[in-house]
């Protein structure tokens, strides 16, 4: 009797086994891996970042594509060095679905390619390294951010157009300091200014008296500076304390007074930059998207939450395609490749090498606002050099 039973029993639990298998699979919530900084000159860049994502997989009910989201996070220290350690923990240990992040440039193209070599979405939502969407660019690799290119170039632009013939430059030397500067000298060259001199120091150092001291002695026209996070309160604080901004005018990709300008005070006050967002859009989706924020974070939305908010947007844009699979790499990437996003910042589609094409904003300071004062450089796409896909 008994051994007439055993034989069934086990052939229908092994059915039922088989069977659960792949719906196990399709309700397990995706693993969402985010690397960034959480110590830092950045680190409160990356908890805006985290924030903006949170808020989107939030507001849909804490699922994208009709699945759960699960987190893993990596401190990343904003150090290339830990780079490969820090996405490997994610890749292989915790065994993510998709990476997002990160802040600095250098540790981001580490992410790129590992991501790469193991297959793995990556969605960038900050670094601007221009080779993630140029040489690096890949069908699974995509930026809710912007290339270090882009605002930089707007503002080159800008700063010929306002009549300086002379500027110095100044930044950090890492990938985005140098990429920034390239890109404004090119937007600024193009028309008719010429880049006298580019002073730099390590990231994340902020020692700039010496560095101040030679840029008034050179008495430029304008200077142009990439700094972001801890770096930038203080450069432009430095700057001011040092009575440089009452002759000459400074200018910078629009980190260096994003989410800064309650610790920079007086010293930011007038200050004319470039970027993909400002703090009074008053578009009705922005609107929305700051009171939301400030109501859930008690602290007001700057790029990097936006930024965050995007790559949500991006990845439901993927699952929605693939109707939750995350494991159909091709339905989701091209399900991203093709979204109009709409973004905080405005709507905004992808290029071909998968970063923004988006409006790049000429910001004021005004107390504790980046206000709008026009639009520096309409839907710009990054040229996207060396990008085959
Ligand atoms: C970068 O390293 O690419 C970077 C860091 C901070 C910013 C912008 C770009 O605010």
Request: proline fraction near 4%; charged fraction near 20%; glycine fraction near 10%.
């Amino acid at each position: 009797m008994q051994q007439k039973y055993k034989i069934p029993q086990i052939a229908v639990m092994a059915a039922a086994l088989f069977l659960a298998a792949p719906i196990h699979a399709q309700n397990a919530p995706i693993k969402v891996g985010l690397m960034l900084p959480a110590t830092g000159t950045f680190a409160n860049l990356g908890t805006m970042i985290e924030n903006g994502f949170k808020m989107y997989v939030a507001e849909q009910g804490g699922k994208l594509g009709g699945r759960e989201i699960q987190y893993f996070k990596v401190d990343d220290e904003s150090d290339p060095s830990k780079a490969t350690d820090n996405v490997n923990k994610l890749i292989k240990r915790d065994q993510v679905d998709v990476l997002v992040g990160t802040v600095h440039s250098g540790v981001a193209l580490t992410m790129a390619k590992v991501a790469k070599e193991n297959n793995t979405l990556l969605i960038v939502a900050n670094a601007g390294a221009d080779a993630i969407t140029g040489p690096m660019c890949g069908k699974n690799i995509f930026r809710s951010s912007f290339s270090n290119w882009q605002p930089a170039y707007a503002m080159g632009k800008v700063a010929a157009d306002r009549g300086h013939k002379k500027v110095v430059t100044i930044t950090w030397n890492y990938a985005a300091g140098t990429e920034s500067v390239k890109g404004f000298t090119e937007g600024f060259e193009a028309g008719g200014g010429k880049v006298s001199q580019n002073l730099n120091l390590p990231f994340p150092n902020v020692e700039f008296q010496a560095l101040l001291t030679q840029i008034a002695s050179q008495k430029p026209d304008a200077v142009y500076a990439f700094f972001a996070g801890g770096g930038a309160v203080k450069f432009v604080k430095d700057y001011a304390a040092a009575g440089l901004n009452k002759t000459i005018p400074l200018y910078g990709a629009g980190f260096l007074t994003d989410g800064t300008l309650e610790a920079q005070g007086d010293s930011a006050q007038g200050m004319f930059t470039t970027l993909h967002y400002a703090d009074n859009l008053n578009i009705p989706r922005d609107n929305q998207f700051r009171l939301n924020f400030a109501k859930t974070y008690k602290v007001n939305a700057d790029v990097y939450a936006v930024q965050g908010y995007d790559a949500a947007q991006m990845l439901a844009a993927g699952l929605k395609a693939s109707g939750g699979d995350i494991k159909n790499l091709d339905k989701v990437s091209a399900g991203i490749a093709r979204a109009e996003i709409d973004s905080p910042r405005g709507k905004f589609k992808l290029s071909a090498s998968h970063n923004p094409v988006q409006d790049i904003y000429l910001r004021q300071v005004k107390g504790n606002n980046n206000e709008i004062r026009g639009i520096a450089v309409k839907a710009l796409a990054d040229p996207a050099r060396g990008c085959r896909m």
